[in-house]
């Protein structure tokens, strides 16, 4: 009994750790395809290709870390943050409302794109 209860407890632990939350999805290959393109944290709006990259209302991104450092895909005005991107890693968010979202990297400032969503 206490082994069934011991891993119970323990699904339930990596159930709860491995859960996402927000509008935020990571996934591997989902989405309009953006590249973090090698040597990108020394780029400015060529870091991410496309840029900018227009998706229609309801669509999903997917930004991939083609460099060799992480990097992140973070809305300027706070509404998401892909967190870190490790190198071969890739994020994606799918964009419910139309608009012009410029994004950069948290890591290195200089690295900025935007999605157009009609």
Avoid: E, K
């Amino acid at each position: 009994m206490a082994l069934r209860i011991a891993g119970t407890t323990l699904l339930i632990l990596v159930t709860i750790g491995c859960g996402s939350s927000g509008n935020t999805t990571m996934a591997p290959t989902n989405g309009t395809p953006v590249s973090i393109v090698s040597g990108s944290s020394n780029l400015t709006t060529t870091a991410y290709s496309p840029n900018p990259i227009t998706v229609a209302v309801g669509g999903t991104i997917t930004w991939t870390n083609n460099d060799n450092t992480a990097h992140t895909a973070t809305d300027d005005a706070g509404g998401w943050n892909s967190g870190s991107i490790a190198p071969g890693g890739s994020f994606s968010r799918t964009f419910p409302s139309a608009g012009t979202f410029p994004y950069h990297c948290t890591l290195h400032v200089n690295m900025i794109g935007s999605v157009r969503v009609q």
